[in-house]
T-cell receptor, first 115, second 115 residues
Framework: DVKVTQSSRYLVKRTGEKVFLECVQD?????MFWYRQDPGLGLRLIYF???????EKGDIPEGYSVSREKKERFSLILESASTNQTSMYLC??????????????FGEGSWLTVV | AQKVTQAQTEISVVEKEDVTLDCVYE???????LFWYKQPPSGELVFLIR??????QNEISGRYSWNFQKSTSSFNFTITASQVVDSAVYFC????????????FGGGTRLMVKP
């Protein structure tokens, strides 16, 4: 079974703090993603990565950065957390190859509250 | 640009009722992929099904069935004889024809099955 693991399920951070959300997948997938989920808005893509050290902006990259130093790990960084970044964050991965038709597998999500 | 619309934000049924979740999509791609995911209260998105645009055959998996109609750009999901464990948020998603196209999600439908 594919396993996508997000290191923190629940976090509470203060405004202005630097926040790291870590994600690890165990299936040697080339592609990894970070989504944000908000009520009524569904899932919105923040950043994705095709491969190690590769990254591309998604639909809502402002206020976020990412790091992919190793194939299995994809980190989301909030340089200076703000209250409007309070949300549920979902990491995902998929194999490359034909790309868009391959199934994306998700982690359990990280609930971030910025106070 | 691609778009997925799930017009039903919330549905409530009584156990054993059948329920259909609607999904309408927009894309300019001739080849694309459609997905359904289930998100139980635990938060993790669970993959349910993937269809490609060339395969319009309806699919049945136990109590679940999917009706893909290209003519109306719809990919509806029916649960027969619903159970309390079916209570979750269900997301429909669309992915275009190349690796650069990411998964676009609908806003989700919250299904509540009451005993």
């Amino acid at each position: 079974d594919v396993k996508v693991t997000q290191s923190s399920r629940y976090l509470v951070k203060r405004t202005g703090e630097k926040v790291f959300l870590e994600c690890v997948q165990d299936m040697d997938h080339e592609n990894m993603f970070w989504y944000r989920q908000d009520p009524g808005l569904g899932l919105r893509l923040i950043y994705f990565s095709y491969d190690v050290k590769m990254k591309e902006k998604g639909d809502i990259p402002e206020g976020y950065s990412v790091s992919r130093e190793k194939k299995e790990r994809f980190s989301l960084i909030l340089e200076s957390a703000s209250t409007n970044q309070t949300s549920m964050y979902l990491c995902a991965s998929r194999t490359g190859g034909s790309g868009s038709g391959n199934t994306i597998y998700f982690g359990e999500g990280s609930w971030l509250t910025v106070v | 640009a691609q778009k997925v619309t799930q017009a039903q934000t919330e549905i409530s049924v009584v156990e054993k009722e059948d329920v259909t979740l609607d999904c309408v999509y927009e894309t300019r791609d001739t080849t694309y992929y459609l997905f359904w995911y289930k998100q139980p209260p635990s938060g993790e998105l669970v993959f349910l099904i993937r269809r490609n645009s060339f395969d319009e055959q309806n699919e049945i998996s136990g109590r679940y069935s999917w009706n893909f109609q290209k003519s109306t750009s719809s990919f509806n999901f029916t649960i027969t004889a619903s159970q309390v464990v079916d209570s979750a948020v269900y997301f429909c998603a669309l992915s275009g024809n190349n690796a650069g196209n990411m998964l676009t999600f609908g806003g989700g439908t919250r299904l509540m099955v009451k005993p």
